[in-house]
């Protein structure tokens, strides 16, 4: 059983990491709330704290920072790929990876889809940042929300 100062400080790293996390992806603390924020952030907590002294370092802080760092440059990367073999066409991007015309892909298909066109980065990061993670298919607004990750112009009249 959790110490009452363990449980305070899990309270406020779980507080913390929600505003960190919120500002990076970008949506209200109710959002949070409703994608099961708190269970994931003390998740992330527990990977942080794997002695489970129940506080963290600044150098823990920055293994966090680093994921995120790494998650973002996986967006842009993907993004960046699939817009340049796409003539710089979202909408044909989306045609490119949803050849079935199904308007929806599940992470193999999407997976597959990514690498028929050449693409092997770590195509199930990019999956389950769109999906929100617990998703299983992948829709055409779903996509969409990748867009914010380009770092160029792209024609979408095309």
């Not at 919120?22 to 907590?45: H, P, V, Y």
């Not at 073999?85 to 599940?106: G, I, R």
């Not at 940042?129 to 979408?156: G, H």
């Amino acid at each position: 059983m959790p110490s009452m100062a363990s449980t305070a400080t899990v309270r406020l790293a779980t507080a913390s990491c929600s505003k960190v996390w919120k500002s990076w992806a970008g949506g209200s603390s109710r959002d949070l709330q409703t994608m099961r924020s708190r269970r994931q952030f003390l998740a992330i907590f527990r990977c942080l704290n794997p002695s489970g002294h129940g506080t963290l370092a600044r150098g823990d802080w920055n293994i966090l920072q680093q994921v995120k760092q790494d998650v973002e440059q996986s967006l842009i990367e993907c993004v960046q790929y699939l817009l340049r073999v796409s003539d710089h066409s979202w909408t044909t991007a989306w045609s490119k990876l949803d050849l079935e015309c199904e308007d929806q892909l599940d992470r193999s298909t999407w997976q597959a889809a990514l690498t028929r066109l050449g693409y092997h980065g770590p195509a199930d990061v990019v999956f389950r940042y769109a999906t929100s993670s617990s998703e299983t298919l992948m829709t055409w607004e779903k996509f969409s929300k990748l867009e914010k990750w380009v770092t160029q112009p792209f024609d979408d009249a095309k």
